[in-house]
Nanobody, 125 residues
Framework: QVQVTESGGGSVESGGSLRLSCVASGYLHNYYCMAWFRQVPGKEREGVAGLDNEGHITYADSVKGRFTISQDVTKNTLYLQMNSLKPEDTAMYYC???????????????????WGQGIQVTVSS
């Protein structure tokens, strides 16, 4: 069982920055994936950025060049640095982790069984 906990959300003006953090506790196998997703009411959850511990990284086209995903393996912590935020980035952001995943599908919701509760990010214009 893996517990996933997000932190760092909040409100910011357009053009601003936020950094989200995600701690995964519990047992992850030697190979694992972690990712950030987001969802707005009435829409499906979408993948934002994902990585595995072999160095593969994937970004959604909508955030390329603005968001950076990284991890600190010593702290079991995943980060999402979000720069040049836009009002359309407003959403509930979720962190996910799994060991039975494939690097070709890092931002595919179906790859993940372990999810955090979500954290709100609001960008005002």
């Amino acid at each position: 069982q893996v517990q996933v906990t997000e932190s760092g959300g909040g409100s910011v003006e357009s053009g601003g920055s936020l950094r989200l953090s995600c701690v995964a506790s519990g047992y992850l196998h030697n190979y694992y994936c972690m990712a950030w997703f987001r969802q707005v009411p009435g829409k499906e959850r979408e993948g934002v950025a994902g990585l595995d511990n072999e160095g593969h990284i994937t970004y959604a086209d909508s955030v390329k060049g603005r968001f950076t995903i990284s991890q600190d393996v010593t702290k079991n912590t995943l980060y999402l640095q979000m720069n040049s935020l836009k009002p359309e980035d407003t959403a509930m952001y979720y962190c996910a982790a799994d060991s039975l995943c494939r690097y070709a599908n890092l931002i595919s919701e179906s790859e993940y069984k372990n999810w955090g509760q979500g954290i709100q990010v609001t960008v005002s214009s």
